[in-house]
Structure formats: C-alpha cells, structure tokens
C-alpha cells in the first residue's frame, strides 16, 4: 500500500515527523518498506500564464511564446509542445532554474530566437515517466508563485508492508484509522453526503451467486462531459499512490479504492443488455479483458454479466466491450462485496493479478459498499458533470460475514503481554479501533468491526492491545519455564559441521525457491514427476522441486552471466516427492561447482576442476558417515562421470559431471559438477573409537598389478581387505597407468600396503606371506596378475 503523506495528514495529523510516524506505523504491524520524496528536487519553476503564442520564424515545430510569470515584463520563450496554447497557466523555469538530473536553465537562442527560459512537461519536472505535451496548470493557478511550493510536492510516498490478514489497512482511511489510535488522535475524514437522485433510472441487479456476493450496489450516472479532464490534485495523489492518471470516471473508482478500501468498477451504459447478474460462468463463455487479453472462462469463476453475455471477472477485472472509453456519456458504477474465498486464486489463475483482486483476497468491508458509490457519484459530478439515478442495492444478508463477540478475559491480556493493563486503556484501545464492548465479570465481550476479517479468537483482540499499547512499552522479563538442555545425539549427522567444511573448501551457501520451471525440471529429474502448483507465481515457478539442482544451477547461470568463472556453491533444502498420493519432503545437501579447481594465485598453475575433486569434497562432508561411491548412470549426468554415493547397500545421494546436452539448453558455461545428499538417511553415523598406538615399527609393500581397464579401485581395495590378515592397517592407490608395455584394455594399479603389529615386530615371512595371499586372491577373484 502506497500513498501521500500529506493525504494522510488530512485524515490525522499527530505532530511528529516522516520518520517517527514510519516508525510509529511499524511498530504497530504495519511495516513501512519505504519513504521517498514526491518528486525529485529541482527550483526555479514558477506559475506562467501563456499570453501569446506564435508560429517561429525557422522551424515548422517550434512556437515562439509571449509568458507572464509576475515578473517586470513577460518573457518570450520558445517551446516545442503541440499542446501550448493562449491563456495556459503552465509551469515554467526561469533562467537559472535547475530540474532534475541537475539540468541548468539557461538563456538561449533556438533557431535565432532568443528563448528566456523553458515551459515544462511533467516528466520534465519528475511527475511522470513520460509526457506528450507540457504540464496544464489549473486556470486559478496563481501566477508567480513557486510551483514546489503549489503542488505541494515536499510531500513524501509512504510504502507500507502489508500482511495478508491487515486487508483493512489497504487504504488511506485504514492506516489513518491506525495512526488515530496510536497517538490519540480524532479522525477528521472528508464528508461524504448522500448524492440526491435526479432521475429515477435503476439498473436491475440480480444475485444469482448469493453466498460469493452477497451484496452488490450500483448507480447510474447519464450524461457525463467525455471532454472532462481529471483535476490536477487528484492526478497528483494517484500519482504519488503509484496509480497513472487515465480519464475522469476511471480516476474517480481508483481513488475511491485508495482512500476508502473499496474496489470499483464503472461499465459503459450504452453496451449494457437490461440487467446486472452476479452468477457463475458458464462453460464455454469467454470473455476479453480491458488488458486485451481473452480468456476462457471456467465454471468456478465469479462473473458479473448482463442478460446476455458475461461484463467482468467479478472483483479482478472488467471486460474490454463494456469498458468506459472517450465517447462514453452514461456510466454505472459498481461497488460489490464479494466473498474472499469465491476471489482468493482465481486472479493469479488467469494470469490477472489487480489491485482490485488484491483486496477482495484479503476481505473489503461488507459495510462500505453505498458509502463509496455516494463518494465517487459525489467526485463524478463534480468533475464530470452527468444526472445520477438512485443508488440499487441487492443484498442477501444471510451471506454477509457474522461478526460473532469474542470473549476476553483480563488476566489472559497479562499472562499473554507479560505486563498489567488497566481497564481503561484496554477499553480506549478497542474502542478506538471501531470495536464494540460489552462488559463481563471476568473481562468483555467484543464485537470487532467489519472491516477486521482477522479478528476471530481471544489472541487476537489481545494482539491488538499489544499493538497499540505498544510492544516496546512491554518491559523485558526472564521467562520462569523451566529448560531442559539436551545434548543431540554424537552419532548424529552434524549438519553445521557439514556446512563449515564446504564453506572452508571455498563453497558459499544459497537459498533458492523451492517452485521451478517444468521444463528444467524435466531436463534434471525426467524420471520423478513434479507436484504441480494449483496457483502458481508464473509459470516459471509452476512446479515442487524433486532436486535442488535446479535452482543451483539457476544460481550459477546468474553467475555465469555476470562474468563469474568460478562458482562454487551448495545448498540444504527440501525436494517433494509425492508417493503414494501423499506428499513426501526429503532434506537435501547439494552443490554445484564450475571453474577452476582453486582461485588464481601465484603459487598453483590453473587447472579445471574435476570429479575428483569433487568427489573429496563429499568425501570430507561425509567422512563419518561410512559411505562409498558406485559407477552408476542418471539421466541429467554425464554417463562417463556419474556415480551414486552409497551408505551399506542404501544410495543416499550422487554426484557426477552435467551432461553437455542440459548444459547446453540452460545455456551454461561448463564443466560443471553437481552433487545432491538425502541427509534422512545419514542418521547414526560411525563414531569414531581410540586404538592404542603400536610401538613396533610398520613396514610397507608396494604392489603394481594390471587389471581390466573398466575394474573400479573399489573392487580391488575390497578385494585386498578380505584377503590381508589384521596386520595389514592401510592399502594407498598411489598410481595409475596406462599406456606404454600395457595393452589397451588393461590399466596398471600401484597399491600401498602399510602392515604393523601391535604385539611384535613383523618378520618378512609373515610380510611375505600377507603379500603373497593378497596377490593369490586378486588373481582368482579379479583375474590380475604382477606388472612385469
């Protein structure tokens, strides 16, 4: 929610400043996000009033204007807009002016004629991104005067924050009922009279769809001025509240929206067929927005039709034939309750989310529905002109929201706050929050107002209390519940200990969204369909992660493109996984890692990084964990570097070198390694136990065996630690060759033997003998033989 301080300050005024009342805001729940100036800084620029104008002498685009700006003699200045005309009261800087950007006005000749300074746009000024023509100043503008100082623009844009049950704080007249509160203050609002009726044209209304509108109230306004222009006051507060100025009708239901809460909508009269219904839609209708898009309708959507056709997406958008244009003379307003629920996703499900569906979602007061149409009838005419009919009001109040009392106790207010409030400043509090008390033995019962969807149970009145008593009145106390410390489990996988040895090994943690794009889920996990989102972000985020690879990558493509060669990064996070029609979530560790091994230096050529040093990495996390790594195939890997790690017969995860064909269609930049570890299995880790150290000395033999080329290390180290006797306490690969004396299908393996013995010192006939039994089993079980 966005809108002018100044505006504010008309409904309350405490006597603070911008930055107290931002704080005062958050501290009550409603957190400002931001306070910016209302317009950028510039000076110099003064009313004018155009006297003359022109064709110039030398350029067929260019007018010579005559301008009074309360100085000795009017100036003459050469302006460019087509829309500079005779007896305009415009904004003009004067010779020494400077506007934004720090552009300096200064006297100039355009085309041989001199130019005394410069009549000025609005974008020119800061007030809009872009203008066609120069700013129009109202005709009782008084000439000479500051044109800051007139606009009022030392004005600031207060940004507030909103949670999703603060619904009732999404206008002017919401957060200016909140700061009354907080600082005691009378609510002075602007006066909103019924609009006498000058004919009696009623529109019917019919509620087909009663419990998803349970009130709909409209008024028909004929006769309107199409040429009517949208006063430059309230241009500037839709401005300042981030809404573009558009023509009179629609500015007037946008800015009833912001200072009231209430959303509305206006229909082009003439393109109405007899009657207003509020019903479902039906199958097969379709229905082309005011945005241009068109869309097929589905049976659980709110519409608001005439006897024919389908008008509006009811509460999100209106259609484009029955919106109001530049010839429209007739108009009917609508100001509607809709249900939150019959609202809440269907916007975001057609790809339309509204201002207006922003705050049907969260609940509009079922109460404000005429007292809006009377504010914008009143607004309408005034700027417009046109003969208002009576107000029509179809409402089936069994569907309206109840507002059942709450109960609250006074001593659950101290238990919950920690601090003793009299029953006065409880009952000053609620009061002023538009709630209605009754007194009981042991507290009261309260109504809450209609605007407050999010006051259901006794927490929440004291909620409430806490707010506008303030939270930092609530003096600190040490809770008297007892605390038990319980050491976790030492055989538990430490996770922040995980976290630290990769952050050491130059990895950097990542969060990224759990929603991801179907197609790169697709490219990643083919073989686990996706759990799809029933009211998705975009349809870039329509689907539940089954591997946080995704967003990693997602991360080290952003990388990449900003000229990051290097990428080393992990997460710990959920994947979803639906099994037997139930939702499974599965904590994960993963990485991704691109570049070069170590970070350019002096002391270490360059080289890329590879599965093996990957692999130490997982290596080193799982160090305790007792697991291993097994050749295996994954369908987002490359099929020569691929393996799954593997705890007992159990795979708790994999790692391997992205295939080139995904690294292509993410357009990324490789090689690139991926690891992912499923952590719920890695409960009950090896603990590690003390030996005592031997005091004889070790000896070690050294083997080079030639195996087939395909043979995994694995196989042959557990092959050697069946055969080796309990002296044998250590087996190193060391080497391993091909090439040269060895045939092509075959690889040369150097192991390391290290053998000690605890009780004695080893001979070499039981060193020869461990050997030899370990040489005799690598031949029968593996078929290697002794490199010559």
């Known amino acids: 929610m966005r809108f002018s301080e100044a505006w504010l300050r008309e409904w309350v005024s405490p006597a603070i400043d911008s930055a107290t009342l931002a704080d005062q805001l958050t501290m009550a729940g409603l957190e400002v996000g931001s306070v910016e100036p209302a317009a950028p800084s510039f000076n110099g620029v003064v009313v004018g009033e155009v006297r003359s104008v022109t064709p110039h002498p030398d350029a067929d685009k260019l007018r010579v204007c005559v301008v009074e700006v309360g100085q000795v003699e009017p100036l003459q200045i050469v302006c460019g807009a087509a829309n500079v005309a005779a007896a305009m009261r415009v904004p003009v800087a004067l010779v020494g002016a400077e506007l934004p950007g720090g552009f300096q006005i200064k006297r100039a000749k355009l085309r041989g004629v001199e130019s005394l300074g410069m009549i000025c746009s609005a974008s020119e000024l800061g007030l809009a991104e872009s203008s066609s023509g120069i700013l129009a100043l109202p005709g009782d503008a008084p000439i000479g005067r500051d044109v800051r100082a007139y606009l009022a623009l030392d004005d600031r844009c207060i940004e507030v924050d909103l949670t999703p049950d603060r619904g009732d704080c999404l206008s002017v007249a919401g957060i200016a009922r909140e700061v009354s509160v907080i600082n005691g203050l009378p609510l002075t609002p602007p006066a909103i009279d019924a609009v006498a009726a ?46 573009r100025a558009i023509s009179p009708v629609v500015d007037v239901t946008n800015y009833v929206m912001l200072e ?173 929050l538009g709630m209605t008390l009754s007194r009981a033995a042991d507290g009261w019962d309260v109504v809450p107002p209609s605007s407050r969807f999010d006051i259901a149970v006794e927490v929440d009145l004291i909620e409430e209390v806490g707010r506008i008593y303030g939270f930092s009145a609530i003096p600190a106390a040490r809770s008297l519940t007892r605390v038990d410390m319980h050491a976790p489990p030492e055989a538990a996988f430490d996770l922040e200990r995980a976290k630290q040895v990769l952050v050491d090994r130059d990895y950097q943690e990542a969060i990224t969204y759990s929603f991801v794009h179907p197609s790169i889920q697709q490219l990643l996990d083919p073989g686990q369909a996706p759990i799809a989102l029933a009211n998705p972000i975009s349809t870039e985020m329509s689907v539940m992660r089954t591997t946080t690879w995704a967003g990693l990558l997602g991360a080290l493509a952003y990388n990449q493109a900003r000229q990051q060669d290097r990428v080393r990064l992990f997460e710990y996070g959920l994947r979803f996984i639906e099994e037997d029609d139930e939702i499974k979530q599965e904590m994960t560790l993963s990485g991704a890692v691109c570049g070069t091994a170590a970070a350019e230096q002096w002391g270490l050529s360059a080289r890329p990084v590879d599965f093996f040093d990957v692999k130490g990495d997982v290596e ?169």
């Not at 349970?214 to 300042?240: F, H, N, Q």
Request: hydrophobic content about 45%.
């Open 198 to 243: 000058g004919s009696d044209d009623r529109f019917p209304v019919a509620l087909d769809a009663p419990a998803a509108c349970p009130r709909y109230v409209c008024r028909s306004v004929r006769g309107i001025d199409p040429a009517a222009e949208t006063p430059l006051w309230m241009k500037e507060r839709l401005r300042r509240s981030g809404i």
């Open 260 to 432: 009231l809460g209430q959303p509305m909508h206006a229909f082009d009269l003439s393109e109405l067929d007899r009657e207003i219904r509020v019903r479902m839609a039906r199958p097969g209708e379709t229905l082309t927005l005011l945005s241009g898009e068109a869309l097929e309708l589905r049976d659980d959507t709110l519409v608001i039709a005439d006897a024919s056709k389908p008008l509006a997406l009811a509460g999100i958008m209106g259609g484009e034939h029955s919106g109001v244009s530049a010839r429209t003379r007739d108009i009917l307003f609508e100001s509607a309750f809709f249900a939150p629920q019959a609202i809440l996703g269907r916007a975001r499900s057609y790809g339309q989310q509204t201002d207006a569906s922003h705050r049907f979602e969260r609940g509009v007061d079922p109460e404000l529905q005429v007292r809006a149409v009377e504010r914008a009838t009143a607004l309408l005419v005034t700027i417009s002109g046109g003969v208002p009919g009576p107000v029509v009001e179809a409402v089936a109040r069994e569907h309206l929201p109840a507002r059942p009392p709450v109960h609250l106790r006074r001593e659950r207010i101290g238990r919950i706050l920690g601090v003793s409030i009299d029953d006065a400043r409880v009952e000053d509090c609620l009061v002023r």
């Open 620 to 788: 080193a996390v799982l160090a305790s964990a007792g697991i291993e790594l097994r050749a295996a195939e994954h369908p987002a890997l490359h099929p020569g570097q691929c393996a799954d790690i593997v705890r007992g017969e159990r795979v708790v995860g994999r790692l391997g070198l992205l295939h080139p064909d995904v690294e292509r269609r993410l357009d990324l930049t490789g090689p690139i390694y991926l690891f992912e570890i499923h952590l719920d299995a890695l409960a009950g880790s090896q603990l590690p136990a003390f030996a005592p150290l031997s005091k004889f000395p070790s000896i070690r033999r050294d083997l080079a065996i030639v195996v087939d080329r395909g043979l995994p290390f694995a196989q042959v180290r557990d092959c050697v630690r069946r055969a080796a006797p309990a002296i044998v306490k250590e087996i190193r690969l060391f080497d391993v060759y091909t090439g040269e004396r060895i045939d092509s299908g075959l690889k040369s393996l150097a192991l390391g033997l290290i053998l000690q013995d605890s009780s004695d010192t080893l001979t070499d006939q039981r060193v020869d003998a461990a050997v030899s039994g370990i040489v005799q089993a690598l031949a029968s079980e593996l078929n290697a033989r002794l490199r010559d």
